[in-house]
């Protein structure tokens, strides 16, 4: 309310409504757009109020000439354009896996930013998870790097780091992974969610990348190119045996400086014991996230999806497997029971360690389990059990670190987008 009464609104759907019948109307058009072969008919009010582009083409000295102007566009845009020259009357428009590209490209081109966000919404949603992942590789992944559209970007690495393994050691994708630009290879290095066999394979297709034949110039100027790549590389997360492997690396000879404090902390962490893994503040970065390693180690990564849609009482169980610590080399089976809304007689975020086989032998372990994002780890605890026939089972206590209130609050700070991400390392012990 203010001293002259109260502000009201009317039907803002069927104002849309009513603007949408002057759409290629001469009634009132007062300027003709000419694309390919067809010319329609626009108002200078609507495509200004929407368009920045079209008000720097329409306005000031072009203001009594440009009762006609002629739009080059690509085929593909010529042919959606009614479909984008509507959403500008009416906020609407239909989209398919065909269309929504080139209408995308048309948004860009004129910046309609509710579009462009329209576009991406659905491409993210609707078309990448459903595509061949040769597609989202050459047309949408291209697209998205060319004009940044963070969103797009992170939809099409997700989609490809299922295969990631394939795409940077297989023949099948060797062009693909060689004729990356810089860019794009950083967006695929800060993904958490590449499915790889090992921290130290990808060091080794980075490797592979720098010295490809194809592209003399990734030689030149090396140190400044290999700083940027080296510090998405997640040295900690090898085992000390790759460590060695790497300072056995043409490139470690060649600039040891900039490998000495990354491979030094690294063996650093591994020196440790996962509690003071955990209590050390420098080991909370993006570089002590784990990804979807495959090969069998010490640790497993879990992604809750969906969070606030969970139910209450809700039981999730995720199982992997981890080495042993037995001779010769067997491995441990493990489940990790998850109770992320709590159950009849708790109301806390509980995460419980089981050993889910017969023990025919004690398993002495520690444990470091943490609740991540993108970027570094949020909250962490650590601690100890003897995993025996009769005591096979084993609480977190993450919940001492995670409150339920936390993660059910709306902008929550320890959600990544809407999940949960659960990250737990596991070390024999003597």
């Known amino acids: 309310d203010d001293q002259d009464g109260t ?122 998870p459903k595509l061949q992942l040769k597609e989202v590789f050459h047309v949408w992944f291209q697209y998205a790097t060319k004009c940044y559209h963070k969103a797009l970007i992170g939809a099409c690495v997700q989609s490809l780091a299922g295969r990631m393994d394939d795409i940077m050691s297989s023949d099948e994708w060797e062009q693909e992974w060689t004729n990356l630009d810089q860019e794009q290879l950083v967006e695929f290095l800060c993904s958490s969610d590449l499915r790889i066999k090992d921290e130290f394979e990808l060091f080794r297709a980075v490797e592979r990348w720098l010295n490809a034949t194809g592209h003399p110039e990734r030689r030149e100027n090396l140190e400044v190119r290999l700083k940027v790549l080296l510090q998405h590389i997640r040295f900690p997360m090898m085992a000390p045996e790759q460590l060695c492997e790497v300072e056995m690396s043409k490139l470690v000879h060649q600039f040891p400086h900039l490998f000495v404090t990354l491979l030094l902390q690294a063996y650093k962490f591994h020196c440790l014991p996962l509690t003071g893994r955990a209590a050390n503040k420098d080991f909370r970065t993006s570089n002590y996230l784990l990804r979807n390693y495959t090969a069998l180690g010490w640790n497993h990564r879990v992604v809750i999806r969906g969070f606030h849609e969970l139910a209450k009482n809700c039981e999730l169980t995720s199982r992997f497997q981890t080495r042993a610590s037995a001779y010769p080399q067997t491995v441990w089976d493990w489940e990790l029971k998850i109770f992320p809304k709590g159950a009849t007689n708790f109301d806390e975020f509980r995460a419980v360690l089981q050993a889910n086989l017969i023990l025919d032998q004690c398993r002495p372990i520690e444990f470091y389990i943490s609740l991540v994002d993108n970027d570094q780890i949020l909250r962490a605890v650590a601690g100890r059990k003897n995993f025996t026939k009769s005591r096979y089972t084993a609480d977190t206590e993450l919940e001492k670190a995670v409150a339920l209130s936390e993660l059910n609050a709306p902008d929550s700070e320890l959600l990544c987008g809407a999940n949960v991400i659960l990250q737990i390392m596991i070390r024999p012990v003597q």
């Open 7 to 128: 502000l009201c609104y009317g039907d803002e759907r069927q104002a849309l409504t009513d603007y949408t019948k002057f759409f290629n109307n001469p009634s009132m058009s007062d300027v003709k757009l000419r694309v390919g072969d067809i010319t329609y008919h626009a108002h200078k009010m609507v495509l200004i109020r929407s368009s920045d582009v079209f008000d720097r083409m329409l306005s000031g000295e072009w203001s009594d000439s440009a009762r006609k102007v002629e739009l080059i566009e690509p085929y593909e845009c010529i042919e959606v354009f009614p479909r984008f020259l509507k959403f500008l009357y009416g906020c609407h428009v239909v989209l398919n896996r065909e269309n929504t590209l080139p209408v995308l490209v048309l948004a860009d081109k004129y910046n309609v930013a509710d579009l462009r966000q329209v576009c991406i919404k659905h491409a993210v949603k609707q078309i990448i």
